[in-house]
């Protein structure tokens, strides 16, 4: 199992939602929650596990995803495959 690591908006915010204490956190624009978000995960694949990060739009839509892997290697997912395993 991967962990996942989502962004998406919240009213005028966006929020960084993970499966760990102190989530979810919430930040002002996209991109400070996006970047939260890739730390995170790759703290997350620095302990060895593969962390999948998420990332929405305001209007709900998947913008990308991607694998963060142990060796500090970002692979991209298919949007598509995020609706099969939603």
Same mark, same amino acid.
């Given at each position: 199992?991967?962990? *996942?690591?989502? *962004?998406?908006?919240?009213? !005028?915010?966006? *929020?960084?939602?993970?499966?760990?204490?102190?989530? !979810?956190?919430?930040?002002?624009?996209?991109?400070?929650?996006?970047?939260?978000?890739?730390?995170?995960?790759?703290?997350?694949?620095?302990?060895?596990?593969?962390?999948?990060?998420?990332?929405?739009?305001?209007?709900?839509?998947?913008?990308?995803?991607?694998? *963060?892997?142990?060796?500090?290697?970002?692979? !991209?997912?298919?949007?598509?495959?995020?609706?099969?395993?939603?």
């Amino acid at each position: 199992m991967r962990n *996942v690591v989502t *962004v998406r908006p919240q009213g !005028p915010a966006w *929020v960084l939602e993970a499966d760990l204490p102190g989530y !979810p956190l919430t930040f002002l624009s996209g991109a400070q929650a996006e970047e939260a978000a890739i730390l995170q995960a790759e703290r997350q694949a620095s302990g060895g596990a593969f962390t999948e990060v998420r990332l929405f739009l305001r209007d709900g839509s998947l913008a990308g995803r991607f694998l *963060v892997c142990a060796n500090d290697r970002r692979l !991209p997912l298919s949007a598509e495959l995020a609706a099969l395993e939603a």
